[in-house]
């Protein structure tokens, strides 16, 4: 203990503001600040109270300056600094407000998780100001440490001390401290000296104890401090927490924040968000063909020749997308380029052909259209779990109003959102893109282009075509 008390006494040389949560920390993931991480605008039935906490905390009405800011206080405290009348419940056009500025003041700084999955813990990172080191050991202790504009450090510790000697580690510590405070897992201490001022958090374990440490000049408190509350809020355990264990760590990049259209948003229209008298509400439908991955790669302009008599595009109105044909009869699209409609326009080669919406699931942006008239052309879908991370990816459809374009890439990755599973790719997505095709090497349909962010690299997305298929039988 006395070799930590030392360590830990010699990082700390003093801060002015602290988060003590409440909680022990003990984690089986990191709890990342905001988990909608796909570079659009904040959709608002995304946003959850911890998201508000995050974003008050980011924003600098989070502090707890000796003694603990309730979230609601803090942010009436926001409405109030916005020239806002303070409510209980923030309005959906605030909340968007509020957790997209705590969002870009995030990036600013770089944010980021220090992982080491090996050891068994995970911690924010202001990566824009610091450059990290190789762990090393320390006072019996596995110490991962970065320095640049600010300091950071992150302490693992295993058998000693622990939580049942976390009182005298923590009566030790406080000593000269600014402002301390601890629970019976956690403790904060905050001391200045010499022009730096620092932050500590630790946490104990039965097994052992973490601690990050952060130091910023007294000078940059004023905006620098919000790393205090944001590292402590972001320092977890696993439960398999072993700092004996041969170290591994890495650095994770969080995505981009969201951004207003001041500052060069495309963002995804959204939908009407009601669904229109007698039509389904599931978006899907039976007519699809699900197909796995099955023979050679095609070159781009064989997969264009093979797949584009599919894509049509889209009039709802003064809306213009595009869609996919799955069936002699049945089109996949976004619901945000049909808006309210039951009918639109297929335009192909200058021939029209009227199709209604059957299907909308305006939630997960999924909408299905049909034709009387049989379709000459349609593509098969490839399964969700058929598709792989690196593989070829082709889009095809109609930017600005441009029919049949087409551009290449890759699939970046699969995720999820709003338990929809969405496909990022490499193809370039613009504006007018929404309901066209993003398909494999082979022609077949990987899903429906949906949304991209312009401030972002190649941060292209599209709905899973799977998603469309109906679960109640569809051939493999």
Same mark, same amino acid.
């Given at each position: 203990?006395?070799?930590?008390?030392?360590?830990?006494?010699?990082?700390?040389?003093?801060?002015?503001?602290?988060?003590?949560?409440?909680?022990?920390?003990?984690?089986?993931?990191?709890?990342?600040?905001?988990?909608?991480?796909?570079?659009?605008?904040?959709?608002?039935?995304?946003?959850?109270?911890?998201?508000?906490?995050?974003?008050?905390?980011?924003?600098?009405?989070?502090?707890?300056?000796?003694?603990?800011?309730?979230?609601?206080?803090?942010?009436?405290?926001?409405?109030?600094?916005?020239?806002?009348?303070?409510?209980? @419940?923030?309005?959906?056009?605030?909340?968007?407000?509020?957790?997209?500025?705590?969002?870009?003041?995030?990036?600013?700084?770089?944010?980021?998780?220090? $992982?080491?999955?090996?050891?068994?813990?995970?911690?924010?990172?202001?990566?824009?100001?610091?450059?990290?080191?190789?762990?090393?050991?320390?006072?019996? #202790?596995?110490?991962?440490?970065?320095?640049?504009?600010?300091?950071?450090?992150?302490?693992?510790?295993?058998?000693?001390?622990?939580?049942?000697?976390? &009182?005298?580690?923590?009566?030790?510590?406080?000593?000269?401290?600014?402002?301390?405070?601890?629970?019976?897992?956690?403790? @904060?201490?905050?001391?200045?000296?010499?022009?730096?001022?620092?932050?500590?958090?630790?946490?104990?374990?039965?097994?052992?104890?973490?601690?990050?440490?952060?130091?910023?000049?007294? #000078?940059?408190?004023?905006?620098?401090?919000?790393?205090?509350?944001?590292?402590?809020?972001?320092? @977890?355990?696993?439960?398999?927490?072993?700092?004996?264990?041969?170290?591994?760590?890495?650095?994770?990049?969080?995505?981009?924040?969201?951004?207003?259209?001041?500052?060069?948003?495309?963002?995804?229209?959204?939908?009407?968000?009601?669904?229109?008298?007698?039509?389904?509400?599931?978006?899907?439908?039976?007519?699809?063909?699900?197909?796995?991955?099955?023979?050679?790669?095609?070159?781009?302009?064989?997969?264009?020749?093979?797949?584009?008599?599919?894509?049509?595009?889209?009039?709802?109105?003064?809306?213009?997308?595009?869609?996919?044909?799955?069936?002699?009869?049945?089109?996949?699209?976004?619901?945000?380029?049909?808006?309210?409609?039951?009918?639109?326009?297929?335009?192909?080669?200058?021939?029209?052909?009227?199709?209604?919406?059957?299907?909308?699931?305006?939630?997960?942006?999924?909408?299905?259209?049909?034709? *009387?008239?049989?379709?000459?052309?349609?593509? *098969?879908?490839?399964?969700?779990?058929?598709?792989?991370?690196?593989? $070829?990816?082709?889009?095809?459809?109609?930017?600005?109003?441009?029919?049949?374009?087409?551009?290449?890439?890759?699939?970046?990755?699969?995720?999820?959102?709003?338990?929809?599973?969405?496909?990022?790719?490499?193809?370039?997505?613009?504006?007018?893109?929404?309901?066209?095709?993003?398909?494999?090497?082979?022609?077949?349909?990987?899903?429906?282009?949906?949304?991209?962010?312009?401030?972002?690299?190649?941060?292209?997305?599209?709905?899973?075509? *799977?998603?469309?298929?109906?679960?109640?039988?569809?051939? &493999?």
């Amino acid at each position: 203990m006395p070799a930590l008390f030392a360590r830990l006494h010699t990082l700390i040389c003093g801060a002015v503001a602290c988060l003590l949560p409440l909680t022990s920390g003990v984690a089986q993931q990191v709890p990342s600040a905001f988990h909608y991480k796909w570079n659009t605008p904040v959709p608002t039935e995304m946003i959850t109270p911890a998201d508000i906490e995050q974003a008050l905390i980011w924003t600098g009405h989070i502090s707890v300056i000796g003694g603990e800011t309730s979230a609601r206080k803090a942010a009436r405290a926001w409405q109030v600094s916005k020239g806002r009348a303070a409510t209980d @419940v923030l309005p959906d056009d605030q909340a968007i407000e509020l957790v997209s500025e705590g969002l870009k003041r995030r990036d600013s700084y770089g944010w980021s998780i220090l $992982r080491d999955d090996a050891v068994g813990f995970a911690v924010g990172i202001p990566a824009k100001l610091v450059k990290s080191s190789s762990p090393r050991n320390e006072d019996n #202790g596995l110490w991962y440490h970065a320095d640049g504009a600010v300091g950071h450090s992150a302490g693992m510790y295993y058998g000693s001390p622990n939580c049942r000697t976390i &009182d005298a580690l923590f009566a030790k510590m406080k000593a000269g401290a600014a402002y301390h405070a601890r629970n019976e897992t956690t403790f @904060v201490i905050l001391k200045r000296a010499a022009g730096r001022d620092t932050f500590t958090k630790a946490m104990c374990l039965a097994s052992g104890l973490a601690a990050v440490v952060i130091t910023v000049d007294t #000078g940059r408190v004023g905006t620098d401090g919000v790393l205090f509350a944001a590292a402590a809020s972001s320092l @977890v355990v696993n439960r398999n927490f072993d700092p004996s264990a041969r170290p591994h760590p890495r650095i994770e990049e969080l995505p981009p924040a969201p951004i207003g259209e001041s500052d060069g948003e495309v963002a995804r229209p959204r939908a009407s968000g009601q669904t229109p008298a007698n039509v389904d509400t599931a978006g899907t439908t039976t007519r699809l063909k699900l197909a796995r991955r099955n023979g050679a790669d095609l070159r781009a302009e064989e997969v264009f020749e093979k797949a584009a008599g599919a894509v049509y595009k889209v009039k709802a109105g003064k809306r213009i997308g595009s869609a996919v044909a799955v069936s002699e009869s049945d089109l996949l699209t976004n619901c945000h380029v049909v808006g309210d409609r039951t009918q639109v326009t297929l335009v192909r080669e200058k021939q029209e052909l009227a199709a209604k919406v059957v299907s909308m699931n305006v939630n997960a942006d999924r909408c299905v259209l049909r034709t *009387e008239a049989k379709l000459p052309k349609w593509v *098969e879908v490839r399964p969700y779990d058929d598709i792989k991370v690196g593989e $070829r990816a082709v889009t095809i459809g109609t930017p600005q109003g441009l029919e049949l374009t087409v551009a290449e890439g890759i699939v970046s990755s699969k995720r999820s959102q709003n338990d929809s599973k969405l496909i990022q790719t490499s193809a370039p997505i613009s504006q007018g893109s929404s309901g066209g095709g993003l398909f494999d090497a082979q022609g077949q349909l990987l899903g429906i282009t949906t949304f991209y962010f312009k401030a972002g690299q190649n941060l292209n997305f599209a709905v899973a075509g *799977e998603e469309f298929a109906r679960p109640d039988g569809q051939p &493999d």
